[in-house]
């Protein structure tokens, strides 16, 4: 970075450009702009604080990021098909999809479930039904991501127990479960009690994780969602930050060692819009993430420090129109991914935009994946994007406007307060409303929507994921076959034992996996918590 | 002129508001006046919904896949509570193939994701019957 610039100006009369993140981008970048970073602190060697660079020394060289795609749907069966062909076909990792009655904590004969039991997932009732998808499958080896939040406790309590039975003991057991309540209130909707004792139970899985199950993530804190729902880039590691620190309060307060639950939080970020922006915002937040933990949180452990990330193509970025034209956006995403040193990948399929996706789309996103990382040298050197003057530029932008909105959060009352108020969802949904807008009127260009539409395309159907009303038939046929089988006292016997503990302050997870054992199901443990904690109300101004 | 009155619902399980709300905030920029029920409601909510606040317009947004499901079910409940003089637009990730479906239930417009907001006042201010 040593060479002279010739002239800091723009070379002509240029429009302006603005990020969406609010930040103008001048036409050409030079020494100046990067001369004053101390290479020291902001730009340590990767696997060095404050990691900007990479949260490894050797990143993909050693090991490529993992690959998982997100699958899962109808019947335990199906979903355990599903993924035995993926492993098959190289992916690394895997993110079970779960049906909505089974996100709500609704059994599959509750009368709201209609019409929706294996829809966008895998139907769980119990235990029986993660046995099942499990099979075959050890879970000490391949990680798998469980897409769960309100009932994240009881899923976490079920993948546990099928480890038992696979014998393989909790401090072996890998994966991740999303597990992120409060991003639910914002955008995704899978909420189910209120603020206060929705954190208690995620707070109950870290600190039981942190001293039972080491290898296993409990939490994915998701700003990917908060994006999704209309947040810009700035946004959406702002207030997932904020939602991070909450959970740490919480499981802090307890007396539990920062050093020894923080590391098992990761993150999962959203990829779509601007490719540089996107770029500076993963590194800006590695460097972010890292300072917090260090001087908010006083934090000796690196590992603590690190920003692990799940990132891939948002699905926001993807367009009902021309679909093909998302397996080219598709592809850049991952390259923005791998560019920007993410631990797993998953890609949204060109399908995804209208349906979850079809077997030959998820089979392409792995292998634009599998393209990048062996045919393309994405995996040769270490955050190559480094040195760049606009890049480096940017990333500190980046970070200086998110710990400004953090900020703002904390003169709102702090993110707790404001997810119960409604006014972060508020403040995200007239944005979306503006980004719609501008799609509309032509301002925001969008390739196949607003901007060279063909006739043809407009007539053209989709083909949609069919859904199979038989699954939900073969579901309840389950149920009612396991409720009859079971041994009832034992059940409900350990339902009154989850449902007085669950009005003290005690760590509930050995009481759900007791209950769990017993083959209760999600809807019977949700009812307990339901009795106890009551139900979330949504605020709903527009 | 007395405004129009829209009630947005979001029916059963499905979560993604996002374009219920857009379209909310479209409406309502284009003058109408707008209620939003916010997530999770049955179809029998959605109906005394609409009936309590004397809607002129039932908008309903479903991203899950489950439109043919909802749509049979939300309006035999109109037509139950008398409800059937009322615009009922469905929004969302809909299919071509099934709107048909969804208008042999009574449904009178389908705007699937992509809809112009123009095109939805417009479709609104023109057919809506003010029940007066």
Redesign the interface.
């Known amino acids: 970075m040593s060479d002279k610039p010739k002239s800091d100006k723009p070379a002509a009369d240029v429009p302006p450009v603005v990020l969406e993140s609010g930040i103008e981008v001048k036409p050409i970048y030079s020494y100046e702009d990067v001369k004053d970073i101390d290479l020291e602190s902001e730009l340590a060697l990767p696997g060095k604080y404050p990691f900007t660079r990479g949260i490894h020394p050797l990143m993909y060289r050693k090991r490529p990021f993992t690959m998982r795609q997100y699958s899962g749907f109808g019947t335990a069966e199906e979903t355990n098909e599903r993924f035995k062909f993926l492993i098959s076909q190289g992916q690394t990792g895997l993110n079970v999809a779960f049906d ?2 089974t ?2 904590g ?1 059994d599959s004969d509750d009368p ?5 039991i294996g ?2 997932g895998m139907a769980v009732d119990s235990l029986k039904d993660m046995e099942r998808a499990f099979e075959g499958i050890p879970v000490d080896k391949i990680g798998t991501s469980l897409t769960i939040n309100s009932v994240a406790s009881v899923l976490i309590a079920m993948y546990a127990v099928v480890a038992e039975k696979q014998g393989v003991p909790l401090e072996e057991i890998r994966g991740t479960s999303q597990n992120d309540i409060l991003k ?1 209130y914002i ?4 909420w189910i009690f209120p603020v206060q004792p929705s954190i208690r139970l995620i707070a109950d899985t870290m600190e039981f994780c942190a001293n039972s199950m080491p290898k296993y993530y409990p939490v994915s804190v998701c700003g990917y969602h908060i994006r ?3 947040a810009n880039p700035i946004q959406e590691i702002a207030y997932a930050y904020c939602i991070a620190k909450a959970y740490i309060d919480e499981v802090k307060a307890r007396g539990v060692d920062v050093n020894a639950f923080v590391p098992q939080i990761s993150f999962n970020f959203d990829i779509h819009g601007n490719f540089f922006e996107q770029i500076a915002k993963f590194r800006a937040a590695r460097r972010l993430w890292a300072k917090i933990v260090k001087n908010d949180y006083g934090s000796t452990n690196p590992k603590a420090m690190m920003m692990k990330m799940i990132a891939g193509g948002g699905g926001g970025g993807l ?3 021309q679909p093909e034209n998302n397996i080219v956006r598709g592809a850049y995403y991952a390259l923005i991914s791998a560019l920007s040193g993410t631990q797993t990948m998953a890609l949204c399929s060109y399908d995804e ?3 979850i996706p079809s077997k030959k789309a998820a089979l392409i996103s792995l292998r634009t994946m599998q393209i990048l990382m062996e045919e393309m040298g994405l995996g040769d050197t270490v955050d190559p994007m480094a040195g760049s003057y606009y890049i480096e530029w940017l990333t500190n932008e980046m970070e200086a406007r998110i710990v400004e909105q953090m900020k703002k959060v904390d003169s709102m009352g702090g993110i707790v307060k404001a997810v119960s108020e409604g006014t972060v969802q508020r403040e995200v ?2 944005q ?2 503006e980004v ?2 501008k799609i ?1 009127s032509g301002e925001l260009p969008k390739v196949g ?1 607003n901007k060279y539409r063909t006739e043809e395309e407009e007539a053209r ?2 083909e ?2 069919e ?1 199979d009303p038989k699954v939900a038939e073969a579901q309840i046929a389950a149920l009612n076959k396991l409720r009859a089988e079971r041994d009832n006292k034992a059940v409900e016997d350990a339902l009154n034992v989850l449902k007085e503990k669950a009005a003290t302050k005690e760590n509930l997870m050995p009481y759900i996996m007791d209950a769990v054992r017993a083959y209760a199901t999600v809807g019977e443990i949700t009812k307990v918590f339901k009795d106890v904690f009551g139900e979330f109300e ?1 605020p ?1 101004k ?1 | 002129m007395k405004k129009i009155r829209v009630l947005i619902a979001k029916p059963g399980l499905d979560g993604h508001d996002r374009g219920a709300k857009v379209v909310a905030q479209a409406l309502r920029a284009a003058g109408m006046e707008v209620i939003y029920t916010g997530l999770h409601q049955s179809v029998d909510q959605i109906a005394q919904t609409a009936l309590q606040e004397d809607v002129d317009v039932v908008g309903v947004s479903i991203y899950s896949g489950a439109h043919l499901y909802f749509g049979e079910k939300l309006m035999a409940k109109l037509r139950e509570e008398k409800l059937e003089d009322r615009l009922v637009i469905f929004g969302g990730n809909i299919p071509n193939r099934d709107i048909l479906a969804l208008k042999e239930f009574g449904v009178t417009e389908v705007f699937p994701t992509g809809a112009k907001f123009e095109d939805i006042a417009k479709y609104i201010e023109d057919n809506v019957k003010r029940g007066e």
């Open positions: 909505l009655p996100q709500l609704l709201m479930a209609e019409g929706e829809r966008v639910e955008g995704r909707g899978t999704e729902s209309g367009t009902i129109e935009a209208y349906t949904a007239l979306a409303y719609e807008r509309q929507v159907e989709i949609f994921h859904h949504e709903v527009l």
